[in-house]
């Protein structure tokens, strides 16, 4: 199993483009997760996903936006990239919710200049 | 909502020497996941604690829950510089009753180990 996967590893972007961060699991897994970390801020979760068709927002919702078409599948999209959006994003994924654990992707490191 | 404050911030310690980093909640702990970071790559579990006084070991690191305290420590014996990394603790938030497993972090313990 590849596990979690995330492309791209790093992306600069200008502000106001917008751009899909990518996540798949070939694990099967139900819930699915989107965090950004921020120097000294631990992580912030942004949408999570309790199924294909499922989604809602964590935390720290805003500017971002999220499809679960397949099970497989949670893309991450930025519409209007802003300074603020500056981070590094972590995709994760579990088996049922209250798992043991999550199962984290590499992260993309984003910069918005 | 539950926080988690972890201290210290960041710690630099010698090869060989033991160390430990807390996290503290706002709210009753009922369980407590810790992870390791690596710069530039995702979170690896370590271990999750699920009732107060339950320690739990991996190698030389042993975490243990204090929910009287609403704390967990991480401790490390003879440290290496395999250890060194970001060490987050992390616990599940409830949501109107219902859990969809929304794990919260503090902010993170940042470790340096020298040879």
């Known amino acids: 199993n590849a596990g979690v996967t995330q492309t791209p590893k790093f992306r600069i972007l200008k502000i106001g483009q917008s751009m899909t961060l990518q996540c798949a699991q070939d694990m099967n897994h139900n819930y699915m997760y989107w965090y950004r970390q921020d120097p000294g801020m631990g992580l912030k979760l942004i949408y999570y996903?309790?199924?294909?068709?499922?989604?809602d927002k964590g935390e720290v919702p805003n500017g971002y936006n999220v499809s679960r078409s397949t099970t497989e599948d949670f893309p991450l999209r930025l519409e209007l990239a802003a300074p603020s959006q500056t981070s590094v994003y972590f995709c994760a994924s579990s088996p049922q919710r209250l798992s043991y654990e999550q199962y984290f992707g590499p992260g993309t490191r984003l910069t918005v200049t | 909502s539950q926080e988690l404050e972890q201290s210290p911030q960041s710690l630099i310690v010698q090869e060989g020497k033991n160390l430990t980093i807390n996290c503290t909640s706002s709210?009753?702990?009922?369980?407590l996941y810790w992870y390791k970071q690596k710069y530039g790559e995702g979170l690896i579990f370590l271990m999750m604690?699920?009732?107060?006084?339950e320690e739990k070991s991996h190698e030389k690191i042993t975490a243990k829950l204090d929910e009287k305290k609403q704390q967990s420590s991480l401790h490390i014996t003879a440290s290496q510089p395999s250890h060194a990394g970001i060490y987050l603790c992390?616990?599940?938030?409830?949501?109107?009753?219902?859990?969809?497993?929304?794990?919260?972090f503090g902010q993170g313990t940042i470790l340096t180990v020298h040879t």
């Open positions: 604690l699920q009732k107060g006084g």
């Open positions: 996903s309790v199924g294909a068709g499922i989604t």
């Open positions: 992390g616990v599940y938030q409830n949501a109107g009753g219902t859990s969809y497993g929304k794990l919260t």
């Open positions: 709210k009753t702990l009922y369980g």
